[in-house]
């Protein structure tokens, strides 16, 4: 069975910063691409970039190029999502999925994690 | 503003039908497939349709897809009480600020 398994909640202050992890298990984790999605409260999902975990191959979308940062550690079937310098409109949950044919006709989210609630407050 | 456009919002009663429209572009809709997404409150997406038509294992033939130009067409039939959540499309957009793509959402009541 595939499963991204992600932590359930993080609450961060101001200014701190968050490394995201998601665990990919049931499926040869470097096959496929990884990406983080974005869901504001109340709103709809925005992509936020991909990782291909063999080689550490990273897109970002526009809107979050140079604000996040995404890694992987093949190692151990994980990838990451680094948020710097929170600020309380990060208030947010963040999904990893299974990205299949990203940057192709056919791109499509197969398997998702089950989202990361982080709450920035002081 | 989301790239993709969506109805806020749809309803119909249990056993009828409902369609949701995504409209889009040529940059998107109009180039590459389009995907379907099921977000039930408090969980997490969920892959309904893909490539524009097809449907992953699992998910049952009342919910079907279908594309025109640079419009997509998601149709629920013999609706439940268990489909009322939020419906995605998603798309690729090989624009300069290329990327995947989503609808705002279309919230489902099943009245």
């Known amino acids: 069975e595939v499963q991204l398994v992600q932590p359930g909640a993080e609450v961060k202050k101001p200014g701190e910063s968050l490394k995201i992890s998601c665990k990919g298990s049931g499926y040869a984790f470097t096959n496929f691409w990884v990406a983080w999605v974005r869901q504001m409260p109340g709103k709809g999902l925005e992509w936020m970039g991909i990782i291909y975990p063999a080689d550490s191959d990273t897109r970002y979308s526009p809107s979050f190029q140079g604000q996040v940062t995404i890694s992987a550690d093949k190692s151990i079937n994980t990838a990451y999502l680094q948020l710097s310098s929170l600020k309380a409109s990060d208030t947010a949950v963040y999904y990893c999925?299974?990205?299949?044919?990203?940057?192709?006709?056919?791109?499509?989210?197969?398997?998702w994690g089950q989202g990361t609630l982080v709450t920035v407050s002081s | 503003q989301s790239v993709l456009t969506q109805p806020p919002s749809v309803s119909a009663a249990p056993g009828q039908k409902v369609t949701i429209s995504c409209s889009g572009s040529s940059s998107n809709i109009g180039f590459t497939y389009v995907s379907w997404y099921q977000q039930v409150p408090g969980t997490a997406p969920k892959l309904l349709i893909y490539?524009?038509?097809k449907r992953p294992s699992g998910i049952p033939d009342r919910f079907s897809g279908s594309k025109s130009g640079t419009s997509a067409t998601l149709v629920i039939t013999g609706l439940q009480t268990g489909d009322e959540a939020d419906y995605y499309c998603?798309?690729?957009?090989?624009?300069?600020?290329?990327?995947?793509?989503f609808g705002g959402g279309t919230k489902l009541t099943v009245l």
């Open positions: 998603g798309a690729w957009d090989i624009s300069l600020s290329a990327g995947q793509v």
């Open positions: 999925a299974r990205h299949v044919d990203p940057e192709a006709l056919s791109s499509r989210f197969d398997y």
């Open positions: 490539d524009d038509t």
